[in-house]
């Protein structure tokens, strides 16, 4: 076995026993998505470097460390897989001349990939569905997106899941803020690490997003954004949360709250819990007014967030709230002989017709051999074509998770079993 090749580190597979609660994450977020109007939007994994570099910025974790990016082998042209996916969201909007026709209430999923140490929680690729609203100003908007999370977690039976805010306000009141933030820096520069003395006139902000320990104090300590916001973003803060209030969702300010990505302003949010260490955001997002004009553009307000898919599983696989559906098939076709064989097949394609899902048996293997793989399939019944059942017309059916009998009955009347106890 030593020389089979393995996953690449931080890739991981979703193996079978554990898709059922992927499909069930799936399909919840693909009814909620619809329940608040948000339509589909699919774009490639593999996009130019520049369109990251531009769009999340150069002095950023993602840009300076994390990007797989690569030189084209066959025409030099330097190419990154997504690391997320609002930047191809905007570029394919733009591309396309979407916001020709109104705003656009947008998602996607998909995999994102970033070169980050792995560990619980933390991959290389790794899952995020993605939301946007592009041209609408909010804050209805900002609001609506909090709302849709709250009601998200309740539908996947999560609590513990807090929202945190803030507002980085308009470029005006940023810049001012930057300026008092870059002297407070730099009073305390023998106290910054390597990272934050590299983003201290680079991109000063992000020293506020530092999750180095030693860094706590510095932070904690710096001047608060707040007190430099104009009025027309501190109207706009005002307004999402009282929205918030009125539909009863609870938040927290976090004053030092800024989000990993450049291009942010306004209102930006996070979801954290207790329940995974130091990964503990399962949510992400805020407004990004600047990004169209920033990728060549039309100016357009812009908001949107991303889940991290597999940490929102992990939180999932330890509650009990919701009961997962199983993939089993309902029932399982055993047949011996070769009398039985078109009987068995013609009785599976039925029922799959009638929407039951039906494993057959394939190869051979006795009757008993065969039951015994019906009863690892998990599932419900077994349906049996024996020489006799065939003679007959009829088929056996036997329940395999419930105590009972075997009978012998006509196909239909099988049918009408099988239904009476899938629902
Ligand atoms: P973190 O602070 O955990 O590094 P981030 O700020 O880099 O997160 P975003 O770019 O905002 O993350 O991505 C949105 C969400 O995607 C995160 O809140 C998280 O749930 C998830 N996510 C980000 N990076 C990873 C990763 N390497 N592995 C798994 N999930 C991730
Ligand atoms: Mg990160």
Redesign the pocket.
């Known amino acids: 076995m030593s020389d089979t090749i393995q996953a690449i580190r931080g890739m991981s597979d979703v193996l079978p026993a554990d898709a059922p609660l992927w499909e069930f994450f799936e399909d919840t977020v693909r009814q909620w998505l619809r329940d608040y109007g948000y339509r589909n939007i699919r774009m490639p994994i593999v996009e130019k470097t520049e369109l990251f570099v531009r769009s999340i910025g150069e002095v950023t974790?993602i840009v300076e460390k994390e990007m797989y990016t690569f030189v084209d082998q066959l025409n030099g042209e330097s190419l990154t897989l997504r690391p997320?996916g609002t930047a191809s969201c905007v570029r394919a909007v733009l591309q396309h001349n979407l916001l020709y026709a109104g705003p656009q209430r947008l998602f996607y999923s998909g995999p994102m990939f970033?070169h980050?140490r792995p560990q619980k929680?933390?991959?290389r690729q790794?899952h995020?569905v993605g939301v946007e609203a592009l041209g609408l100003p909010g804050p209805d908007v900002d609001a609506e997106h909090m709302v849709m999370c709250a009601r998200l977690w309740q539908r996947l039976g999560l609590d513990g899941i807090r929202l945190e805010i803030n507002t980085l306000g308009g470029a005006e009141s940023r810049a001012r803020y930057r300026a008092r933030l870059v002297k407070y820096l730099e009073s305390r520069i023998d106290e910054l690490d390597e990272d934050a003395r590299r983003r201290l006139h680079g991109n000063p902000l992000r020293v506020l997003d530092s999750k180095n320990p030693a860094m706590r104090d510095v932070v904690e300590q710096a001047p608060r954004l707040y007190d430099d916001l104009d009025e027309e973003s501190l109207r706009h803060f005002e307004t999402l949360q009282q929205i918030l209030r009125s539909v009863d969702i609870d938040y927290e300010i976090k004053p030092r709250l800024v989000?990993?990505?450049d291009y942010y302003n306004l209102t930006v949010s996070e979801w954290t819990t207790d329940r995974l260490g130091a990964?503990a955001?399962?949510?992400?997002g805020g407004r990004y007014d600047g990004l169209f004009a920033q990728l060549g553009g039309k100016p357009a307000p812009a908001c949107g967030f991303?889940?991290?898919v597999?940490?929102l599983l992990v939180l999932m696989a330890e509650s009990s709230a919701v009961e997962v559906p199983a993939d089993a098939p309902a029932v399982y076709v055993v047949h011996a002989g070769e009398e039985t064989r078109a009987p068995a097949w013609r009785a599976a394609e039925a029922l799959r017709q009638a929407g039951i899902p039906v494993v057959l048996h394939c190869g051979e293997g006795s009757f008993k051999s065969q039951m015994r793989r019906a009863d690892a399939s998990g599932a419900r019944f077994a349906l049996i074509v024996g020489e006799s059942e065939a003679q007959a017309n009829r088929v056996g059916i036997k329940p395999l998770r419930d105590p009972g009998v075997q009978e012998t009955l006509e196909l239909s009347e099988a049918l009408a079993r099988i239904r009476g106890t899938s629902n």
């Open positions: 974790d997320e970033r980050e929680g933390r991959y790794f995020q989000r990993g990505l990964q955001t399962v949510c992400a991303a889940m991290g597999e940490r």
